[in-house]
């Protein structure tokens, strides 16, 4: 049920995490607005949610592409109005990424464009359209965690996620004068393209710690999450 309809922006919503985020708030009837990089898929991922009777906006969005940002920022001015939510789920997890010692400048620096310098665009020109009581959720991975164990994988992309873990806890401290909370969360491991056939997790489950971010009451600002818990960076 839901009392106060928001607008959600959500990035890389066109299949995974992110579109099960938008679908889990198309249903609690909040306005989901999928920034999606390719228009086909984009359009697509709306008519799934047509399908179901839910209702989704596409917002065409490459958030390794500054002018793609701020063009989709003014579409969503011109749209809106104002963003409630803003949730940082786009990211690339590349193939080449194996060694950290041995890996290649195009990896490093892809995987950085888009998983975090992408969110910090994402806020530099969404920003004036985040009202108070705003909130931005950035989606990270236990892998970025400076507390648990070196996993031994994908070290570029473990990386990133430190750095956005880094990069929430920084926005938390500078908006919360605007009174824009921030926080992180991790979905666990789940099967989608990036997580894989054997991830444990369905991502129903991974995308439950987003939406409930993005809707309950809480005022958290500037922590990590996994489950609605707060976990050690
Ligand atoms: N799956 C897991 O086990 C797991 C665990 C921890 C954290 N996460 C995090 O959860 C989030 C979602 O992951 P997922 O598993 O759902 O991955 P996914 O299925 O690979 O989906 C990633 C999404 O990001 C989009 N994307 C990539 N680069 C983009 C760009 N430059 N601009 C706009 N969109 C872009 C992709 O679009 P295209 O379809 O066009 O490529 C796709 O929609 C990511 O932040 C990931 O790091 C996932």
Redesign the pocket.
């Known amino acids: 049920m839901n009392t106060e309809a928001r607008t959600i922006v959500i ?9 099960e985020v938008a679908h889990q708030l198309a249903k609690l009837q909040h306005t989901v607005v999928l ?4 228009s086909a ?1 984009g359009r697509e991922a709306v008519d799934r949610l047509k399908e179901e009777g839910l209702d989704g906006h596409f917002l065409l ?5 500054e002018a793609s940002i701020k063009q989709a920022a003014q579409q969503v001015k011109n749209q809106f109005g104002k963003v409630d939510v803003l949730i ?6 590349l193939r080449e990424d194996h060694s950290l010692s041995e890996g290649t400048a195009e990896v490093f620096h892809r995987t950085m464009r ?2 975090v310098f ?1 969110p910090v665009q994402m806020v530099r020109h969404f920003l004036s359209l985040i009202p108070s009581g705003g909130r931005i959720i950035n ?5 970025g965690s400076m507390t648990d164990p070196v996993g031994g994988w994908s070290s570029v ?1 473990c990386i990133s ?1 430190s750095s956005l873990n880094a990069i929430t806890r920084h926005l938390a401290y500078e908006l919360s004068s605007r009174n824009i909370s921030v926080n992180a969360y ?11 056939k054997s ?1 444990p ?1 369905t ?1 129903q489950q ?1 995308a439950d710690t987003a939406v409930w971010l993005a809707t309950a009451k809480i005022s958290e600002t500037g922590k990590f999450f996994r489950d609605r818990k707060v976990i050690p960076w």
């Open positions: 990035t890389g919503a066109n299949k995974g995490i992110g579109f920034g999606v990089r390719d898929k969005l490459d958030v390794s592409d940082n789920n786009a990211a690339v997890l888009t998983n992408g989606t990270s991975s236990g892998g992309y996620k991790c979905p666990g491991w789940v099967r989608t393209d990036m997580g894989g991830a997790r991502v991974g």
